[in-house]
């Protein structure tokens, strides 16, 4: 299929998704993931309609594979580790707002991405990747699809 893509999402969509996340961050489960000193929700895909999703995830109905969706709040210093998913699947990142602590792809990609309020990458899960420490406020929307 595709390596990796990435666009930006319209304003209203992302206010959107940001009242969602508002009103229901979900449970931490930071503890039991990659992410390091932040709050990581548990699956919170239940509070987005298909509707909102076809508006997120743009490429050729990829927003119907979606199965796993979790919200991630870094504190100061938070970062994500480095990791891959072992199956088969994409994933997205969606930036809530923009900040500092760049997310890493690895090889094939080799790029840095810098968190920018909208914008979205979606990447195999079997690239390594990784984000750099924040010092900033930096909050962003993660999902996986198979």
């Known amino acids: ?3 990796c893509v990435d666009y930006e999402i319209d304003k209203t969509t992302l206010n959107e998704v940001t009242k ?4 229901h961050q979900g449970i931490n489960v930071s503890h039991t993931t990659c992410t390091e000193n932040g709050f990581q929700s548990d699956n919170i895909l239940h509070l987005f309609s298909d509707k909102i999703l076809k508006k997120i995830v743009l490429i ?3 927003h119907k594979l ?3 969706i979790h919200y991630i709040k870094y504190n100061r ?3 994500q580790t480095e990791h891959i998913h072992e199956n088969d699947e994409y994933s997205f990142i969606l930036y809530l707002n923009d900040s500092d602590g760049n997310t890493v792809l690895g090889n094939p990609v080799n790029k840095k991405f ?7 990458i979606i990447f195999s899960g079997k690239i390594v990747h990784y984000s750099e420490p924040s010092f900033k406020e930096k909050t962003v929307l993660v999902g996986a699809m198979k």
């Not at 969602?20 to 009103?23: A, E, H, P, T």
């Not at 810098?114 to 979205?120: A, D, M, Q, R, V």
Request: net charge positive; proline share 4%.
């Open 1 to 3: 299929m595709f390596k």
């Open 20 to 23: 969602i996340i508002d009103s």
């Open 60 to 62: 050729n109905n990829l």
């Open 66 to 68: 979606i199965f796993h």
């Open 77 to 79: 210093g938070g970062y």
């Open 114 to 120: 810098s968190p920018k309020k909208g914008k979205i």
